[in-house]
């Protein structure tokens, strides 16, 4: 009707619940719906459920983040008891629930204290967590243009079982370049050594240099395999 406020969302601070729609509201949360009600000024008129569905790659890239050493956090706006189902069906170590866009930021502070942290992400509230972690992943066929300019890392394809793969590119992406800066430091050393003791002449030397660089560059296309 006209000049009539409707509302959709959370129930107002301090605002209860008769039994009856709290019982169907714990057995809604249970099944892993997030619980929406709609109210006409203070009067509710409906509850609206809405569930979550786990990717079908979610759980099999959680274990495979496992099996590297990566302890996975999930960051949601979800209600406490929603969160902790999709948390266990997807096999997460830890589950942080109710979050704003500022509380997200905040844990993502806390749990750099133990380390480096990868935030993986594709929404607007998304967007402020990403860009304090040590490294932000956006998921770009579903990621939203400010999750996309604001992460670090945009997997093209909208498929998480790549997040893993891009750590372990990663990885062996520092082992190769931490390689490959130690030959032709090592190839270096060498040549300036066999230079003052006389041991090395100039075309020999140049050839040595060359040589390292044609290693170097073939070491780092060891990476397209």
Same mark, same amino acid.
């Given at each position: 009707?006209?000049?009539?406020?409707? *509302? +959709? #969302?959370? /129930?107002?601070?301090?605002?209860? $619940?008769?039994?009856?729609?709290?019982?169907? @509201? !714990?057995? &809604?949360? =249970?099944?892993?719906?997030?619980?929406?009600?709609?109210?006409?000024?203070?009067? *509710? +008129? #409906?509850? /609206?459920?809405?569930?979550?569905? $786990?990717?079908?790659?979610?759980?099999?890239? @959680? !274990?495979? &983040?496992? =099996?590297?050493?990566?302890?996975?956090?999930?960051?949601?706006?979800?209600?406490?008891?929603?969160?902790?189902?999709?948390?266990?069906?997807?096999?997460?170590?830890?589950?942080?629930?109710?979050?704003?866009?500022?509380? =997200?930021?905040?844990?993502?502070?806390?749990?750099?204290?133990?380390?480096?942290?990868?935030?993986?992400?594709?929404?607007?509230?998304?967007?402020?967590?990403?860009?304090?972690?040590?490294?932000?992943?956006?998921?770009?066929?579903?990621?939203?243009?400010?999750?996309?300019?604001?992460?670090?890392?945009?997997?093209?394809?909208?498929?998480?079982?790549?997040?893993?793969?891009?750590?372990?590119?990663?990885?062996?992406?520092?082992?190769?370049?931490?390689?490959?800066?130690?030959?032709?430091?090592?190839?270096?050393?060498?040549?300036?050594?066999?230079?003052?003791?006389?041991?090395?002449?100039?075309?020999?030397?140049?050839?040595?240099?060359?040589?390292?660089?044609?290693?170097?560059?073939?070491?780092?296309?060891?990476?397209?395999?």
């Amino acid at each position: 009707m006209e000049d009539q406020e409707y *509302r +959709i #969302g959370k /129930l107002d601070k301090g605002q209860k $619940l008769p039994e009856e729609e709290m019982k169907v @509201v !714990k057995d &809604l949360e =249970k099944q892993g719906s997030t619980v929406i009600f709609v109210q006409v000024g203070k009067e *509710r +008129i #409906g509850i /609206l459920a809405v569930q979550d569905t $786990l990717r079908p790659q979610a759980k099999e890239s @959680v !274990k495979k &983040l496992k =099996k590297m050493g990566i302890k996975v956090v999930m960051l949601t706006g979800d209600s406490s008891s929603t969160a902790q189902i999709i948390g266990e069906q997807a096999g997460v170590d830890q589950v942080y629930s109710d979050l704003l866009p500022e509380h =997200k930021v905040d844990i993502i502070k806390k749990l750099e204290e133990y380390g480096k942290v990868a935030m993986v992400g594709d929404g607007v509230n998304d967007a402020p967590a990403l860009a304090v972690s040590s490294v932000g992943i956006a998921m770009g066929a579903a990621g939203t243009d400010v999750a996309l300019e604001t992460a670090n890392v945009v997997l093209m394809a909208d498929d998480i079982s790549k997040v893993s793969y891009a750590i372990a590119l990663g990885r062996r992406t520092t082992r190769v370049v931490k390689q490959n800066i130690t030959f032709a430091v090592g190839v270096m050393l060498l040549l300036v050594l066999s230079n003052f003791f006389g041991n090395i002449n100039l075309p020999l030397g140049v050839v040595g240099h060359e040589g390292s660089t044609i290693i170097v560059i073939i070491s780092g296309l060891r990476l397209l395999r």
